[in-house]
Each structure stands twice: as C-alpha cells, then as structure tokens.
C-alpha cells in the first residue's frame, strides 16, 4: 500500500461538474430526451467505441481521433485498430446499414452520447462532449414531411428551455449550389470556395466578402449579386422567397420547392414563424447534405456558433451498404447549450440533492420513529433522506439542509413524539408547522405541488 | 470519395443493442435511478478519462487499462498519461478529494456510466460496460446508518424489477478475518489466503475447501470449523446470529455488533428480512473492506455471480488527500443484469418505438389535417409519430405500426375527415372505433392509462 499523495487535479478540456452543475445538465439532457421521444425518435446507443477504420472511412480529420492501446502491454503496441467515436453519426450509419435487416424503416432514432475529439484548446471547445441527435432515416425514399418532423421536434425541445429567444435558420443546399451556378461558376472546387465564403457571411462583414471574393477573381456584378443574396438573411420569410423564386435557374428552383414545403408544413404545425429565418447563405461545411439545412442561433449569443444543426443527406451509409438511405437528421450540442444554460440568473445553481426532505435525528431512542417517517415519505415516491453525520447537534443537521437546498426538514423530539407529531420545517422561508405524523407526508405532497 | 464498401461487424465484447433490447435497458437504468434519487442520492459524472497515474494508483491490474492516443500523431506517439476508467471507484475517490472544500459532507452521490476494461473473453464478461454506483462519504465518521441506507436502497430498486427473487448477502469483514485470527492464524499473508478460500465456498463443495485448506496444512478441528463457519449461511438468520455471538474474540464480537444493527435497521424500514441471507463466509476480494461487505445474487442464477456488491472503507481516497473519509458504497453490475433481464419471458421485447399512436396519411390534401392530429397528441403528452414511409397504401401503414409495436393507429379518409371524425385502431386486437377528432387525444389518455 503506496502512501504516497497524488493532488488531483482537473484535466483540461474533459468537463466535470459539480453536483448542482450536473443536476442542471441532466435536466438539459431529461428534456431533450422526453422532446425526442414525444415524437416517436427510439433510443439506441452504440459502443464508444469503432473500428478506425469506420471512423475514418468518410475522410475525418484523423488526427482527432483517440485510438485505444493497452497500457503495458508490449504485444498491442502496435494496434490501434479501435478509436473512440468523435461523432455519433458515423456509428449510426454503421449501425444503420449492419442492422438493415432487422430496423423497420423509415428508421427513427435519437442518441445521446458522449464523443471524444482531441481539439487544439479553444473556449467552448472539449475534448469530450455530449451530443444529442435525431434522425429519420428511409428505405429508398423519404418524403419532405421528415424534414419537418425534425425540424418542429428540435423546435419543441428548444423552447421548453424557455429561457433564450433563439432562430433556426434554415435553407437548403440546392439554393446555394444552384445560385452559385447560375451566375456562370460551374467549376466545382471554386463553386466549394464561394460556397464557404458565402456560409462566413453572418459571421463577416459584407466587404470582407467582397474581398475574399476578389479574391477568387470575381468582380462586377456577379460579386454585387453573391452580397445581395447573403443580405437576405435579414429580410423577412416571405421576402426571401419571393427573392429566390426570381433566380431562374432549375436547381435553385428544385431547392426553393422543397424549403417553401417544409416552411409550409411547419407552419401547419403551429410552429412560430418568428423562430425560423428563412437564410439563403447558410451552408454547413459538410459536402454531404443535399436538401434542407438547419443551423439553431440564441439571439444576442450569435457568437457562440450553432447550438443545433443537421440537415439531409441522400445517401446515409453509402460507406457501408449500397442501398440507399436517405436520412435527414439533427444534433444538439449540449455541452455548448450547458455552458450558456450555467450562465443564467433564472436558473437555481445550488440545489446539491434531489432531496425533498431531510429526516433529522435528535435522540437515538428515536431512531425506529425517524426510519418509519423516511420509509412512509420514500413510499409515497418524496426522494427523501436522513441525516448521516456526526453527533445530533440540530443546527448542524438543518445546516446540512441548508447547504444542500432541502426544501424541507423533519425535526421530532421528546415533546414531539409523544404528542404522535413532527414539526415540519420550511427551509427556504423558516416557517415552522406542527404536523401528526400520520398525516406528513400528504402535507409535504400538497406544498411540493404548491412550489411547481 | 472513396467508393469502397467497408462491411460493418459488431466488436467483440463491446455489447450493442436493438432498438428493443435498448429501450429494456434503458427503463432498467431509469429504474436504477428513481430508486437513487428517491433516497436523496445526488447524480455525479467524471469524464470517461482519467490521468492515468490516477487510475493506477490503488493498485489496479494495469494490464486492463485502455490509454488514449492519437491516431497518427507522431509527436504524441508515447504518450500514454491520459486513460479510459476501468470503475467509477477511482474516479469518485479524485472527485471527492479534489472537491472536498465544496462538497456537502456526508456526500451521497450516484453514478451510472460506462466504464471500460481490457478483459480475456468470457461469458457475461465485457470490455466496455454499464455500472450504477451509490456511496455515502463521510468526514471523519460515518454511522453504520449509512449502512442501512445502502442497502434498502439497493434492495428497493432490486424489488422494483419483480422478476425474480433476488438474496442480499450480508457479511462485515471484521468477523471473517477475526474468526480465522480466533482459531490462531496470525500471518498476514495466511489470513488473506483462508480468506479467498471461504469466500469460494458457496461456488466449491465442501470437500473442495477442505481439500484447499489441507493444502495450506490446516487440518483437523481447525479444518472442521472453517467448513462449518461456511455452512451458516444456509441457515436462519438468527441462528447465524447466535453462532457467531458465541465465539469469543474481540475483532469478531466488533463485527458481530456492527452486522447485527444493520441487520436490526434495516427490519425497522419494513426490509423483508427473507431478502437478507446472513453470510459469514463472504469477503469480496477487495482488500480494502473494513466493516459491512454485500453481495446480491438472484435465486436460480447464483452461478451469475453477485449482480450487486459492495461495503465499507475506512478511508476512501488515501491515494489523494490526507483527510480521512470513511465510505459506504454498492454497485449494480447492469450489463452482467440485462443479460438476464433480456432471458425473461415476460417481457415485451418486441417494441421498436415510444409512439403510443401512429397517425397515418391516406390523402396528400387532408395533411393539414393530420398534421393537427399529430400536434395535438403531443401537446397532451402522449408521444406520436406520422407515418413518413413511401406511398400511401393503408396496409404497409398499419404493418409498420405492427412492426414497431406501436399501440393505436389513426386512420382518416374522406369519409371520416368529412363527418370531422377519424377511426382509431387498437394494433395489438384489431378493434376499431370512430372518434371526433376534437375527442380523439382525451380517449387515447383513457386507453393509454386502462393499460397500466
């Protein structure tokens, strides 16, 4: 038995929280969950870990990813066969295509699961993370109703936060292509280079863009126009259409189709206009989607990126089957959400326990009536708990309450019990009532339901 | 991009499931937690990885241990200081030491994640699986209360399963090492070995461990009253009690002491003492134990092996701070538990989806109108999908909601939708009824609520 010290520390880049933090974060997670499920999304988790050569196989950034070696063992020195998944998408298709026979399509799943990338250090960058997708995922066909379906779950689950006004852009890839296009750029490595310059938009300044597109030797009118179709982003819905449905061009017309649908049904869905913004320039970077295109801002916090994004892909697994899957599909950055979630005044950061009361213990002759009392509140499903510390000091023990944010605390001594009564103390107000012990727990029911 | 089909295989030992399979593993880890939380135990999450100078620390067969490094990285190649966590004890401890100034004392969290073991393939055995931990951490003492809570606490969540009977074995270190101490074995190393021996006993015969022991030269009456040391646990409780009362050594009248309150509390919170077998023959392997030592297994199955186990330490994170923090503590092993959870017949595994209803689409132009269905489901709660397959035949509509079995279907043509009705379909007997749309989320309730 080794006596020496190690001093923990954090390691960087891998969140930890602490409990009242966490407490906050699987409520984040419990909501996102329940939206996901209210919409029929089924669970599945995959092992954190894949073959590399899955996790590789679409082109990522390899140098992101944490093989697995055994510690010590000199005959695996070599072997880094498996990795830790860095995104939950790949294992899906995977997953996807590996079960093909048995999964009943169209395929609605949701995951929530953390995923490792080792990244330069950056603020709200972690090297671990958790994400949390949706995804509808058809057999040879998906109609344009799935793209809604995610759209107005992501929707659902975002404004039970209730705490931001947030926007989800939407558009769809065949727009920006399809524009790009019809301005004479057929050339597909400079259609790629507009395109991005174009998705920096909001992010940048209209004479940036103009410059990084002078850059790329385009000039006159064609530059005023590529500007021009950025600045929608700033018009109304019913504007943006109506611009686009201008650009006489086949693919943009395709694209302009299939948004103004989903636009439609969303509305249908009661789904607040005001929440989406109809934006021509946003582009994801992923060459894969081929439709519609999510991207989820929090007003005033634009700086933080896309708290959700996703879009549609025509061909999910393409990888690892050749049938073909198309797939729309959503991801919330939780780990992002969370940071901004920690920063608001509305939310109690200091409740430590799922606690509702706290059974104290003044005399251990007691002891049988404190246990009856705590097993009657747990009966009744009220997370309760005893004091476990040290001595039966009373203002320690309603100190501990305290500390950890019990509503509650259940004090009985001599006088007390000999009457059949506990008095009932409210911590967060001091007030004190005298309750039989018969009748507590329904007491504690009726102002539990009052807080709600 | 590569057109190279890669064929997806399941990687052996890291356990993945249907959407099924997981939808059973999943209740049986909410399970897990409303029995946690309704005893006031508060959630906790480390990171998947540790320093790995942290993991190593107690001693731990580092033969086990996945470290991290990244793929093609050649400035990082012997990098190995980062690692994946083989238990969730470790990292509690670096947690609760790092933490100490913050943290409420006694600390009662609970921890349910993966963790991640390089093991020899074995039935049962798996390299990436789910632990649920409780532990309740003292500063400086700790009643044996905090005993009692574990194991109610354990024993209610167990009892929630009500699929099979289960035993909680109860046992306190200080009787095993003092009874073999009492009959004149001093040596250390001698008394760890009689240990091990004891504690194979429910596994081996009798004569095995006679056998064993005459390997060690103990021979003769010492011989006979190890064996019948390990034969009380098929007996009473209280005969157990009274046997163990009579030998007469300190250590073991300490632990006698300790078991028999334990025991006692746990009758007083209503516990079903049938539940509790008396054991003075378990040890756990672990060398640190100082006092309450639980193990759980299910009747039929006790070649499993303990599904739950667990104890009491004197001193929790030695490793990393000076304080002294003795620690009650149980895990459910959860995987090693679906895998029996997933053997029993009563079990519905056959559902693919949380929708309770499918609404169907007969007719492009009525969208609007099961759109509305749909919306109105979900805001009563009740989760919901539409039918987002190709076309619109009734039959394959119907069959995918048998598939996934899904409960209700709503089915609406001209005829329905024109007298503002739809026909809702119970899936699992063929019934049909007509419902006014208006009417349609309230009956859906009612049905939804006759099931439970």
Not at 331 to 347: A, C, F, N, P, Y
Not at 393 to 421: C, F, M, R, T
Request: with cysteine.
């Amino acid at each position: 038995m080794s006596e020496t010290i190690i001093t923990p520390r954090p390691i960087s880049w891998f969140p930890e929280h602490s409990p009242e933090n966490r407490r906050i974060e699987l409520e984040l997670l419990d909501n996102i969950r329940r939206g996901y499920e209210l919409a029929g999304f089924t669970n599945i988790e995959t092992p954190a870990v894949e073959r590399t050569e899955v996790l590789i196989s679409k082109g990522a950034d390899d140098k992101e990813i944490y093989t697995l070696w055994r510690l010590n063992a000199e005959d695996w020195e070599k072997d880094d066969r498996l990795a830790l998944h860095f995104d939950l998408t790949v294992p899906m298709a995977r997953y996807v295509a590996q079960r093909y026979n048995d999964l009943t399509f169209p395929f609605r799943r949701y995951q929530i699961q953390k995923v490792w990338r080792w990244e330069r250090a950056q603020w709200g960058r972690y090297r671990e993370f958790y994400q949390a997708d949706i995804d509808i995922v058809g057999d040879g066909k998906l109609p344009l109703s799935a793209d809604v379906e995610v759209l107005t779950t992501i929707d659902n689950v975002l404004s039970w936060l209730n705490i931001w006004d947030y926007t989800i852009r939407l558009n769809n890839r065949k727009i920006i292509v399809g524009f790009i296009q019809s301005l004479g750029i057929q050339d597909d490595q400079m259609v790629s280079q507009v395109t991005r310059i174009i998705d920096k938009m909001p992010k940048v300044w209209e004479l940036e863009v103009r410059k990084l597109l002078w850059n790329l030797g385009i000039e006159g009118e064609v530059n005023d126009d590529i500007v021009a179709f950025c600045l929608m982003a700033s018009q109304w819905n019913e504007s943006v259409l109506e611009y686009l449905s201008k650009i006489n061009f086949p693919e943009v017309q395709a694209g302009v189709a299939e948004l103004q649908e989903v636009y439609n049904q969303a509305k249908m869905l009661w789904m607040d206009e005001k929440r989406i913004t109809l934006d021509p320039s946003i582009a994801r970077w992923l060459w894969y989607y081929t439709g519609t295109i999510y991207e989820t801002f929090l007003k005033g916090h634009e700086w933080l990126g896309s708290i959700c994004s996703g879009g549609r892909y025509d061909n999910l697994a393409s990888y690892f089957t050749d049938k073909k899957l198309p797939w729309v599909w959503v991801s919330i950055g939780v780990s992002r959400l969370l940071t901004r979630l920690l920063e608001q005044e509305k939310l109690n950061t200091k409740i430590q326990s799922p606690s509702k009361v706290l059974v104290t213990r003044l005399q251990e002759r007691y002891a049988e009536t404190y246990l009856r009392i705590l097993w009657e509140l747990r009966k009744s499903g009220i997370p309760s708990e005893l004091y476990l510390g040290d001595g039966v000091k009373i203002g320690k023990q309603l100190g501990y309450a305290n500390k950890k944010w019990i509503p509650y605390a259940i004090v009985a001594g001599e006088d007390e019990i000999s009457q059949n009564k506990v008095q009932l103390k409210h911590m967060y107000t001091g007030d004190r009532e005298q309750v039989s012990i018969d009748q507590v727990m329904d007491r504690v029911k009726v102002l539990l339901s009052q807080e709600k």
